[in-house]
């Protein structure tokens, strides 16, 4: 069974850090864009962060370039390091896994979690 949960969410207030992580279990990591989504209430979804696992290679929206680092373990484990949150940073964060897509890879997903949420109060 394909299982992706998230962990590390939470409040925190404006300019602070938090870390989520994302542990995979049932899923082939290999070759694949294993990234962050979030989405806000009445807002679209947005690519956070990813990485290509064939490559390293590492994607980011411009919204958070330089304050958030994606990075990944031996184990399946997927992070997100967040640092200088802002309010609109505040959505639900999603860990998910694709096949394809380049940096429309959350277009594209054939695994996702439940979701954790993250608050950033001004």
């Known amino acids: 069974q394909v299982q992706l949960v998230e962990s590390g969410g939470g409040s925190v207030q404006a300019g602070g850090s938090l870390r989520l992580s994302c542990a995979a279990s049932g899923y082939t990591y290999s070759n694949r864009y294993m990234g962050w989504f979030r989405q806000a209430p009445g807002k679209e979804r947005e690519g956070v962060a990813a990485?290509?696992?064939?490559?390293?290679?590492t994607y980011y929206a411009g919204s958070v370039k330089g304050r958030f680092t994606i990075s990944q373990d031996t184990k399946n484990t997927l992070y997100l390091q967040m640092n200088s949150l802002k309010p609109e940073d505040t959505a639900m964060y999603y860990c998910?896994?694709?096949?394809?897509?380049?940096?429309?890879?959350?277009?594209?997903?054939?695994?996702r979690g439940q979701g954790t949420q993250v608050t950033v109060s001004s």
């Open positions: 990485i290509y696992t064939g490559t390293g290679t």
């Open positions: 998910a896994g694709s096949p394809y897509g380049g940096n429309l890879w959350y277009r594209y997903l054939e695994v």
